[in-house]
Structure formats: structure tokens, C-alpha cells
Nanobody, 125 residues
Framework: VQLQACGGGLVQAGGSLRLSCAAS????????MGWFRQAPGKEREFVAA????????RYADSVKGRFTISRDNAKNTMYLQMNDLKPEDTAVYYC???????????????????WGQGTLVTVSS
């Protein structure tokens, strides 16, 4: 599985961005996917995750009500719609795949075994 994240950029506080994560390989519709982020000087943290069908999602408390995770299995792509962005959302955002794992929607980094390269989101105040 290879993951390619894109869609990051510079946005003002209150603005929106949509991140995409394209997956190569087979069986995209069979595994959960997630988004994590890492701000400068901080640990990587969970943002959101979605199960294989898109029917179950989980969010970090810090993004609930502002971010929406989704996936299009026909396009082998996962999305993160980010609204009402805040300066504290500034980070490198990584997409991850729980390939061949348990039927879960994991929130821990070690629930995922494939990672994209990251895309930088910068929110100015």
C-alpha cells in the first residue's frame, strides 16, 4: 500500500482546506484509514479515522464539529474536510492505513502500518 497525501497549504484562521489521501494497491475498501498530525516540537496525534465502508468515524475532541473525514472507495481516496481552522491546527498531516488489521477504527499510531509522506497545513492568525 502506498499513500499520497495532498491539499495542505496556508490559510487564515476561520478558513477551510480539504486534504486528500490517494492509496495505491488493492483492497482499499477493506481497511480502515486515519489522519494524524504533528506540530513542531510535539508528538504525533490522532485527528480522525474512518472504517472500511465510511460508515463509522472517530474524531479527536479538538476537531469534533470542525473536521469531517470521508472516503470514496471507487477512487481509492480518503478526505479530510477542515473548516473553521485555528492556528493550533498548524501541523504536518499524515494519512495512514490499517491494512490487514483487526476490524477496528483505531486512534493510536500503532494501529496503522502504512503511512503517507505528510502535507503541511499552516493556519495564520
Amino acid at each position: 500500500v502506498q499513500l499520497q497525501a495532498c491539499g495542505g497549504g496556508l490559510v487564515q484562521a476561520g478558513g477551510s482546506l480539504r486534504l486528500s489521501c490517494a492509496a495505491s494497491g488493492r483492497y482499499f475498501s477493506s481497511y480502515a484509514m486515519g489522519w494524524f498530525r504533528q506540530a513542531p516540537g510535539k508528538e504525533r496525534e490522532f485527528v480522525a479515522a474512518v472504517n472500511w465502508s465510511g460508515g463509522i468515524s472517530r474524531y479527536a475532541d479538538s476537531v469534533k464539529g470542525r473536521f469531517t473525514i470521508s472516503r470514496d472507495n471507487a477512487k481509492n481516496t480518503m478526505y479530510l474536510q477542515m473548516n473553521d481552522l485555528k492556528p493550533e491546527d498548524t501541523a504536518v498531516y499524515y494519512c495512514a492505513a490499517d491494512y490487514g488489521g483487526l476490524p477496528r477504527v483505531g486512534v493510536a499510531s500503532n494501529d496503522y502500518n502504512y503511512w503517507g509522506q505528510g502535507t503541511l497545513v499552516t493556519v495564520s492568525s
